[in-house]
């Protein structure tokens, strides 16, 4: 038994090989859970979507806690009841409400701009130029290499003009602070 131990490839070392990859099997599928979850939270279409359940209990909570004031408070002034005793804290209740409704307007306002920064996207670059990993795959609505050539020369024209006439207008500009009496 003794020499099987010693030896590099006999029944001992089998078990601890397969162990490492097990754990690298494991840390791969935390990292993948890990980066999925990293996706989801940068999605604002998902983030809305967990948050409307939080904003349905904060707002349950809210009213609960403005009707228990409410009895409270009726209590007092009919006499039955001294202000003695506490209640939860109406306002306290209600930031958080609106801290959520602000979230969840943050995240649709995030949603929109995705989506016409897409629509733009297409809008401008509506054609895909096929790729030389895949030539087999043959798109219909392609563009050969030297459309897109054009196409981004274009472009690179537009933002030179567009360059261009900003720098023409802070000069002019600049050029407006300057008194022209002394030359």
């Known amino acids: 038994m003794a020499s099987q131990q010693q030896q590099p490839g006999g029944p001992m070392a089998q078990p601890v090989l397969q162990q490492p990859n097990a754990l690298q099997q494991q840390q791969q599928q935390q990292q993948q859970q890990q980066q999925l979850s990293q996706q989801q939270d940068f999605d604002p279409v998902h983030r809305f979507k967990m948050l409307i359940p939080q904003l349905k209990e904060s707002l349950q909570n809210l009213m609960k806690i403005a009707s228990m004031n409410l009895a409270h408070n009726t209590s007092i002034d009919n006499g ?7 209640v939860q804290r109406f306002d306290k209740s209600l930031e958080e409400f609106y801290a959520l409704c602000d979230q969840l307007e943050l995240c649709l306002r995030l949603a929109y701009e995705c989506l016409s920064q897409s629509i733009d996207s297409a809008k401008h670059s509506p054609n895909l130029v096929p790729t030389a990993t895949k030539p087999d795959t043959v798109q219909t609505e392609s ?14 024209s537009c933002a030179k003009d567009i360059h261009n006439a900003l720098l023409e207008c802070s000069k002019k500009i600049a050029g407006k602070g300057q008194p022209q009496g002394i030359m």
Request: glycine share 4%; hydrophobic share 35%; net charge positive.
């Open 80 to 86: 039955i009841k001294s202000s003695d005793t506490s």
């Open 143 to 156: 563009m050969s290499y030297a459309q897109y050539l054009g196409m981004i020369k274009s472009q690179i």
